[in-house]
């Protein structure tokens, strides 16, 4: 990874959220999304650094997920519950998020305000090997990504 490519995200106590975006105000403080909110611990701690320097890199264009105690996600905006405790599968048939599944990043939109996710993610090393692909979990795009002041993955 060459330094252009280098994006340095501040830790979470360091992190001034966004609390907004195109004049509307969000229910939610949207932070950037990291590594630790998607993969347990132990995972991270085994992982090559170059791996979680990737994983960083892309995930930080969205922002971290909103869960309730159920371990529900949430729209960052206007906070309307986008899965259920055991994830997609329960928000499918309620229709939380309209999907354009002819994409297979799966982009989408929260139903009820209209904000941006993506609902299939992957990311991969510089060499374009596979490093990890996520399936049908709806990341909110981070305000600074739709500004264009990050780094699209």
Known sequence: M?????????????????????????KNKAYHCRPEHLFPSGDLETARPEWVSVMTLYLANYCEPVRNIANEIHCVACNAKLTGPYGMEDWRSRGALSVDESLDTHE????????????????????????VRLSWLPLMYHPRTLSGSTRSG
């Open 2 to 26: 060459s330094e252009k490519d280098t994006l340095v995200i501040p830790t979470r106590e360091q992190e001034q959220p966004v609390q907004g975006y195109g004049g509307v105000l969000f």
């Open 108 to 131: 989408a939109r929260c139903v009820n305000c209209g904000y941006p996710a993506r609902c299939s993610h992957t990311m991969n090393m510089p060499d374009g090997r596979l490093l």
